[in-house]
C-alpha cells in the first residue's frame, strides 16, 4: 500500500523558513518523480513543484520559484521541499504526490498533508 506522510508544517512569520518533509512507503519510491501540491482556504489546489526520479530535474510554479527548493534522499525514501522568504500567501495544507508534474482535474491527495501558516 502507497503510504506518503508529510511533516514539518507550522505557523511562521513573514519572511522565515521551513522545511517540509514527505515520508513514502509501500512503493518503488527512487523510481517515481515527485511533486508538492498544496491547498490554501477555501481554494483549489495549486501544483507547486516537482522533482524526476532521480532528482536532477526540478519544476516550480511561479508563485514560489526561487523561494522554494524541492529535493529527495532516495536512500530514506524522503521527499523535501525547502520553503524561504515565506509570505502569507503561501498559506496552505502542503501534499506530496507521485505525480510528474501537475494533477489533473479531480485529482484528490491521498495523504493528510501538512499546515503552513504564514503570520505575524
Known amino acids: 500500500e502507497v503510504q506518503l506522510v508529510e511533516s514539518g508544517g507550522g505557523l511562521v512569520k513573514p519572511g522565515g523558513s521551513l522545511r517540509l518533509s514527505c515520508a513514502a512507503s509501500?512503493?518503488?519510491?527512487?523510481?517515481?518523480?515527485m511533486s508538492w501540491v498544496r491547498q490554501a482556504p477555501g481554494k483549489g489546489l495549486e501544483w507547486v513543484s516537482t522533482i524526476n526520479s532521480g532528482g536532477g530535474m526540478t519544476a516550480y510554479a511561479d508563485s514560489v520559484k526561487g523561494r522554494f527548493t524541492i529535493s529527495r534522499d532516495n536512500a530514506k525514501n524522503t521527499l523535501y521541499l525547502r520553503m524561504n522568504s515565506l509570505k502569507p500567501e503561501d498559506t496552505a495544507v502542503y501534499y506530496c504526490?507521485?505525480?510528474?508534474?501537475?494533477?489533473?482535474?479531480?485529482?484528490?491527495?491521498r495523504s493528510q498533508g501538512t499546515q503552513v501558516t504564514v503570520s505575524s
Open positions: 504526490a507521485t505525480l510528474a508534474g501537475r494533477p489533473l482535474t479531480g485529482w484528490v491527495p
Open positions: 509501500g512503493f518503488t519510491f527512487s523510481s517515481y518523480a
